[in-house]
């Protein structure tokens, strides 16, 4: 039985680390969901607090990386809400739309073009809508590095309190 609640912590992780790049898969809920299978399937005497108190807080910081990385690079480059409410519709339309076509780079593409094409709606000249559709790409790189480093924080610490 312990073999099997280790499998599923595993996949756990590896779907939170999916999560970054698949924006409807919940990747800090799955972090959390392995740290607690642990804790209540195996935990023996379980994971203390001083475990609890900094994960906490790492998530605080993984929920917000996106929420900060997206505010700086929009308005950066020009953009407002509609710009970061447009990437969004990008981030999930594009894989839907584009998947079949640019494979794992619609979730690139897809953003660029939604906002490239709200903006230019918008009448915003091109130069600064294609700067605009550039930064929210970056806005997308950069949170994902930082979850995929936060996420490797947080699972390398659950691995060295439970070894």
């Known amino acids: 039985m312990t073999i099997i609640v280790w499998v599923i ?3 756990l992780f590896a779907l939170s680390l999916a999560g970054v790049f698949v924006p409807v898969i919940p990747d800090a809920l799955l972090v959390w969901g392995a740290f607690l299978l642990y804790q209540f399937g195996i ?6 607090w001083y475990f609890w108190v900094p ?3 790492l998530t605080l910081l993984l929920i917000g990386a996106d929420m900060l990385s997206n505010m700086y690079f929009v308005k950066k480059y020009g953009g407002d ?4 409410a447009s990437s969004i519709v990008g ?5 839907l739309l584009l998947g079949v076509f640019l494979g794992p780079f619609a979730i690139l593409v897809g953003p660029f073009l939604a906002v490239m094409l709200l903006e230019l709606a918008r009448r915003t000249k091109g130069k600064k809508a294609l700067a605009i ?3 929210t ?3 997308f790189l950069s949170s994902a590095a930082a979850k995929i480093v936060i ?3 947080m699972i390398t610490w659950f691995i060295i309190q439970v070894a």
């Open 9 to 11: 912590i595993c996949l």
């Open 43 to 48: 935990g023996h005497p379980g994971l203390p």
């Open 55 to 57: 994960m906490t807080l």
């Open 81 to 84: 809400k509609w710009t970061a």
């Open 91 to 95: 981030i999930i339309g594009g894989p």
């Open 133 to 135: 559709a550039f930064g």
């Open 137 to 139: 790409v970056l806005a």
């Open 151 to 153: 996420q490797l924080v």
